[in-house]
């Protein structure tokens, strides 16, 4: 019987240490994400350049195809710098999945300008890097509820 509550108790203790450093990462992540975000919505791209892998892979409306690695991404972000503005954002619903060394956010974003408002989703997947420092592997960014022209057949 003492075998049995000291075995349950060590299963109850490693699920609240993983509870609490999944809650540890989780805010982390969300801080970079944020500190990015609000770089990047005064025209400044090098938050986002800043935390992503050098074999960084990039999905967004705009493009026509993934963009593969950092170089190509920085060249994207570099002919669109001092051209975003954002006058404010609220990133709702973050919620971050992880596994030994990786991890994975996903979010809402709502993006204002005047009284205007883009509407976006977007999957960001970090790696644990050799270093301890987390970075952005694959990006993926699409508009909230697009309208489409496309005929849905019943």
Not at 23 to 47: C, F, Q, V, Y
Request: net charge negative; hydrophobic share 40%.
């Amino acid at each position: 019987m003492n075998k049995l509550i000291l075995t349950l108790f060590s299963i109850m203790a490693s699920i609240t240490s993983y509870a609490q450093s999944n809650e540890e990462l989780s805010a982390k992540i969300i801080a970079m994400e944020k500190t990015a975000l609000e770089l990047w919505n005064n025209g400044n791209p090098s938050g986002y350049l800043d935390i992503s892998a050098k074999d960084v892979v990039y999905f967004d409306p705009f493009i026509e195809q993934r963009l593969d690695g950092l170089d190509k991404l920085t060249a994207l972000y570099e002919s669109i710098r001092g051209k975003v503005y954002v006058d404010k954002y609220e990133m709702t619903n973050p919620f971050v999945q992880s596994v030994k060394d990786m991890a994975v956010l996903t979010f809402n974003l709502n993006s204002y300008v005047g009284t205007t408002v883009q509407k976006w989703n977007c999957t960001e997947v970090y790696r644990l890097e050799s270093d301890g420092t987390w970075k952005i592997i694959q990006t993926h960014w699409s508009l909230t509820k697009p309208e489409l022209n496309i005929k849905f057949v019943e």
